[in-house]
């Protein structure tokens, strides 16, 4: 049970909070570059708090600054993108993408105003469909070696969706194994054929035993947490008939992100990004060590659920997350259709726009989370006093942190976690372009 201003301590990121520094600190997704996709590459962005804008500018070079004017505060999302950069439509000030003032064409011909004039921007940096921003003090990190960021474009897949809460309690659902049994509970198992892309719905690696079976038949997990170099992992093990365990390994990645097993060959890395205090994006990376994504096919089941250009869920508190009670007695656990973000979302939302904590009870099979919050507790305070904020890396350091490994298996109860990493290591680095000597 948290206080109130522990609470508060952690959920609010807005400029001048203690989480909204340290979340600062490392690079954010900022949009998908899909929404860049556009005869005029300029969107609105609001991120941690700061109404923003986002643009390619005519030699595809990325920029993120504040969305008013410096001049008189117009609106730079309605600017015009030319003579290598975004010009303000109110009097024509030109900026690059770096912030610097590059014109101010109603001033006197021999004015140098602008050259000492810079609007306050933001270094971008794009990996496969994500554009990441970086709002903190100083250089940005360098970013690890993760499989999300080293695979082949073809072998991936990016999306994103809007959630009506805080960023954390969004994240927390992520590191929380065992709601997977109650929450994603499927009453009849489907046929295999329609599993592709979607999480919870195919088999363990190495079994024909549907995941659906295993998770509804086998509620009581055991969750244990282990340190890494990017913040830690999960191993959740259930047992199973016959002498045999389902292994399923899963990761925070300090701060917001989780990195997860999609099915044998696929994984999901996914951010959970603040836009203000009650509402925030998942951003989602899928990578294949197998055959090459399917983007047509993930994209249209993702877009069965969400309308653009918000990513805005179709279902939500104003339509109940599509609960229907027949559904509930027959088919899933919730009532609230089989795609697994509704479930979630639901799990989210409803407490809220901001969880108050100090009404909750925290059991065993909250390991994660109680670690997460003791992590995050203690990054704000590093940060405070001066040092640097954990799991931030440099040049030097980012190519040792690979993968994240993450596994979905069945074997024997004999055989401990570190037997299944190596299998996996093996299993996806036969792909090629795999690093996962972590």
């Not at 556009?38 to 920029?63: H, I, K, M, T, W």
């Not at 197998?290 to 990513?311: C, I, K, N, S, W």
Request: with cysteine; aromatic share 10%; proline share 6%.
């Amino acid at each position: 049970m948290a206080t109130r201003a522990d609470n508060e301590f952690m959920t609010r990121i807005t400029p001048g909070t203690p989480a909204g520094a340290l979340l600062r600190e490392y690079w954010q997704p900022a949009a998908l570059s899909e929404e860049l996709d556009s005869a005029r590459p300029v969107l609105p962005v609001r991120l941690l708090g700061e109404d923003l804008v986002l643009f390619r500018d005519v030699n595809a070079r990325l920029g993120l600054m504040a969305r008013r004017c410096p001049h008189r505060g117009a609106d730079l999302s309605f600017g015009r993108l030319e003579d290598g950069g975004l010009r303000c439509a109110f009097h024509g000030w030109l900026f690059d993408a770096t912030g610097q003032c590059l014109e101010q064409p109603a001033e006197p011909a021999q004015s140098i105003a602008h050259h000492h004039l810079r609007h306050r921007a933001y270094p971008c940096e794009e990996r496969n469909g994500v554009i990441f921003a970086y709002l903190g003090r100083g250089t940005p990190p360098a970013f690890p070696a993760f499989d999300c960021f080293q695979a082949p474009e073809a072998q991936t897949f990016a999306f994103k969706g809007l959630w009506q809460c805080n960023w954390l309690q969004a994240l927390e659902v992520g590191i929380d194994p065992a709601h997977a049994s109650y929450l994603h509970r499927f009453l009849e198992d489907e046929s295999m054929d329609a599993a592709y892309g979607r999480q919870f719905r195919g088999a363990a690696a190495d079994s024909a035993l549907p995941l659906t079976q295993i998770l509804r038949e086998y509620s009581r997990p055991t969750i244990r947490t282990e340190d890494t170099a990017f913040g830690f992992r999960l191993i959740t093990t259930r047992v199973l008939a016959d002498a045999r365990m389902h292994y399923r390994i899963t990761n925070l990645v300090f701060p917001n992100a989780i990195v997860i097993p999609m099915s044998g060959e696929m994984t999901i890395t996914q951010w959970h990004v603040p836009i203000d205090d009650v509402s925030c994006y998942w951003y989602s990376m899928f990578t294949s060590f197998g055959a090459a994504v399917d983007r047509e096919t993930m994209r249209r089941q993702r877009l069965e659920h969400h309308t653009l250009p918000e990513y805005r869920p179709i279902t939500g508190r104003a339509n109940d997350w599509g609960f229907n009670a027949a559904e509930q007695a027959t088919k899933t656990y919730t009532g609230m259709g089989m795609d697994i973000n509704v479930h979630d979302q639901w799990a989210v939302e409803s407490p809220g726009a901001i969880l108050d904590r100090t009404e909750e009870h925290l059991g065993k099979s909250d390991v994660g989370i109680v670690e997460y919050r003791t992590l995050l507790r203690s990054g704000i305070r590093t940060l405070q006093e001066g040092s640097r904020a954990p799991y931030v890396f440099d040049a030097a350091t980012a190519p040792a942190i690979r993968g994240p490994i993450a596994v979905d298996a069945i074997g024997p109860a004999s055989e401990q976690n570190d037997v299944w990493m190596q299998r996996d290591r093996e299993r996806r680095e036969s792909c090629g372009w795999a690093r996962l000597d972590e």
